[in-house]
């Protein structure tokens, strides 16, 4: 009976070895190039996965093009000078491409082979292994190119740094991608030189990644960062994201930096990429971006912790893989605010974190400079935006495009010695475009006004020389938009002289600090007392009209009515009233210029008995701000 159980124990174990060391069903092992395994997938299961995909290659002649492109032999890549193919530190998404290229049913295992060779040419031997923890590492120390050869000293400093990463990702996000030796979750790491600006590469269809000898290995500080980069990857893959992936650099690539920032905070290096997304603010997000999205992801641990992050990637593996849905969840359960809204948020906060009193819109980045291995980081850089000069006889007009989820921005600094200067009104017109206002003195901060529609008119007022610049944010929202921009000094901005509105109502009003008094005569109902207020930044006029003859609506005359502004402009005021007995609409009123003797409602054709359309049609409908109920 003893000898049976251990019989069947032993079976068992040879049958756990083989189901680790054997290809799954589908599957093509290189056998050369250890640690590459690619499922072969049905023709439905490819297309459905990476037809979306126009960097896919689907023959084998442009997958060994493709090959040969990204990695050049040993030796000849130095003699001919060349760098590594469309590198930018990391690569994963270029060999993701070929890999994930390879998968096609259609491609041949002939093909696949020339591939496995292609790569074995670029890759020095590397007799030499160090394990430590959950990583094997393979180098050299005595190659003939010096380039390739690292010191013991230095793999051990890189497999102590890979193994707190791996406690760290372990711990607070997910075990990254691995597989199995013994009982021991194991990563490999190949270590030569990559080529220039090459720091780093692994896939989800590795079980390793290769790290540059002389630029990452042989560097102290990218020894740190690089590795914590590259490692992040493979968290990537254990929360579902297959490498090839169309539109996922914004996320992939960018959280990988950000990761670097979430190891190693004092190292740095990160804030290149933050400033090279800082730099180009119209780029597309999620078709257009790549490492430099990582200022997003620095925000949004900045607003949320690092466990927004981790949210993110578990919700993309649980929602059918779908990343911009992902970050939509979090931040309407984190901020209350969907994803659209957040990235308005995040393009304002690329402008005012350079302002003082910048709040929750600013980076912990910006507010120092440091040293760190032997590169100068901070501030931040400034985003680009047209700076233009304003007086008070300055009209200034641009049409403009902006990309999905960019952002284009504005500066329109003040004459302060102007003192005809005292209000600026900015117009931002375009289908589906997102506009943000801010107020600046100096230096600071003083209001942010965002824009509700499509064509936002702002006016802001003050006194002269008590505003130095206004900032304006133009987003391209889900689509992106062309737009146009105006900005202009309202030439007789007063609220003391005569107003008409949509009811034929005439306004004679006088402004004495913030208060305004005057009368209204409204016609049948006679001529009415006005006491209000008037304030400035934005400009908005509440006033209440009272009938001093009152005859408890006998006469169909009601005891009062509000007027409150929901928008001013340089030419005209709107918003909405109610009344004593219960009415409410909305209104519209216009200053008549100095000498003017025909009123503005008539001018723009509310004339009794023609009031039907546009601004006059609410005085069209028999309802008046003087109405009383029957």
């Avoid at 952002?407 to 329109?412: I, K, M, P, S």
Wanted: aromatic residues 12%; hydrophobic residues 35%.
């Amino acid at each position: 009976m003893k000898r049976c159980v251990c019989i069947f124990f032993s079976m068992m174990a040879l049958i756990l070895v083989l189901s680790f060391s054997l290809p799954p069903a589908g599957a093509y092992e290189f056998t050369r190039a250890k640690g590459i395994r690619l499922p072969t997938l049905s023709q439905e299961a490819f297309t459905a996965q990476f037809s979306n995909n126009p960097d896919i290659r689907t023959t084998d002649q442009g997958i060994i093009a493709l090959a040969q492109e990204l990695y050049l032999p040993q030796g000849k890549r130095h003699l001919l000078g060349k760098p590594a193919k469309d590198e930018d530190g990391c690569r994963e998404y270029q060999v993701g491409v070929l890999f994930a290229s390879l998968q096609n049913p259609t491609i041949s295992d002939a093909t696949r082979a020339e591939v496995e060779s292609i790569i074995l040419a670029a890759v020095p031997a590397l007799p030499k292994t160090y394990t430590n923890g959950h990583f094997k590492i393979f180098y050299t120390d005595n190659d003939a190119d010096p380039n390739n050869n690292v010191t013991l000293d230095a793999v051990k400093s890189l497999a102590s740094n890979l193994n707190t990463y791996w406690k760290t990702y372990s711990t607070k996000f997910k075990t990254p991608q691995h597989y199995i030796d013994g009982a021991t979750q194991m990563v490999d790491i190949k270590v030569y030189d990559l080529g220039d600006g090459l720091y780093g590469e692994t896939s989800s269809f590795w079980n390793y990644i290769n790290l540059n000898s002389k630029q990452v290995v042989n560097n102290a500080c990218k020894r740190k960062t690089t590795p914590a980069h590259e490692l992040w990857h493979r968290v990537q893959y254990a929360f579902g994201y297959v490498s090839g992936t169309p539109n996922m650099k914004w996320i992939v690539e960018a959280t990988a930096s950000w990761s670097q920032a979430f190891t190693n905070r004092g190292v740095r290096d990160y804030m290149g990429r933050m400033n090279e997304g800082l730099n180009v603010p119209d780029l597309a997000l999620i078709e257009g971006r790549s490492y430099n999205a990582c200022h997003l992801w620095i925000y949004l641990e900045r607003r949320c912790t690092y466990l927004a992050i981790k949210k993110v990637w578990s919700t993309y593996e649980t929602n059918g893989k779908d990343a911009k849905a992902a970050l939509d969840t979090v931040v309407n359960d984190r901020l209350g605010i969907g994803f659209d809204k957040f990235i308005v948020e995040w393009s304002k906060t690329n402008y005012i974190k350079d302002l003082g009193g910048a709040g929750v819109y600013s980076y912990v980045e910006n507010k120092k400079t440091k040293t760190s291995c032997d590169v100068v980081y901070g501030p931040l850089v400034l985003v680009p935006r047209t700076s233009v000069d304003i007086d008070s006889t300055s009209l200034y007009t641009d049409a403009g495009n902006v990309s999905s989820y960019g952002a284009d921005y504005y500066e329109f600094n003040l004459d302060t010695t102007d003192q005809d200067l005292n209000n600026l009104q900015i117009t931002v017109d375009g289908a589906g475009v997102n506009s943000s206002f801010v107020d600046i003195s100096s230096s600071l901060k003083k209001k942010i006004t965002d824009g509700t529609n499509t064509k936002e008119v702002y006016l802001t007022t003050f006194k002269p020389g008590k505003l130095s610049r206004v900032g304006v944010i133009v987003g391209g929202g889900s689509a992106g938009v062309d737009y146009t921009i105006e900005a202009k000094v309202c030439a007789n901005l007063d609220i003391t002289g005569t107003w008409d509105d949509v009811y034929g109502y005439v306004y004679n009003l006088t402004l004495e600090g913030k208060k305004v008094s005057g009368t209204v005569d409204t016609g049948g109902c006679g001529v009415w007392n006005v006491r209000g207020t008037y304030t400035m930044s934005p400009s908005k006029l509440n006033f209440t009209a009272t009938n001093p003859n009152y005859q408890n609506g006998n006469d169909g005359c009601t005891l009062w009515f509000k007027y409150r502004t929901a928008l001013a402009t340089c030419d005209s005021i709107e918003g909405t009233w109610r009344n004593y007995s219960g009415y409410s609409g909305s209104f519209t009123m216009w200053k008549r210029p100095e000498g003017e003797a025909v009123s503005r409602a008539v001018m723009a054709g509310c004339a009794e008995g023609h009031i039907t359309t546009g601004p006059c049609a609410e005085g069209s409908q028999g309802i008046t701000p003087t109405s009383v109920k029957e």
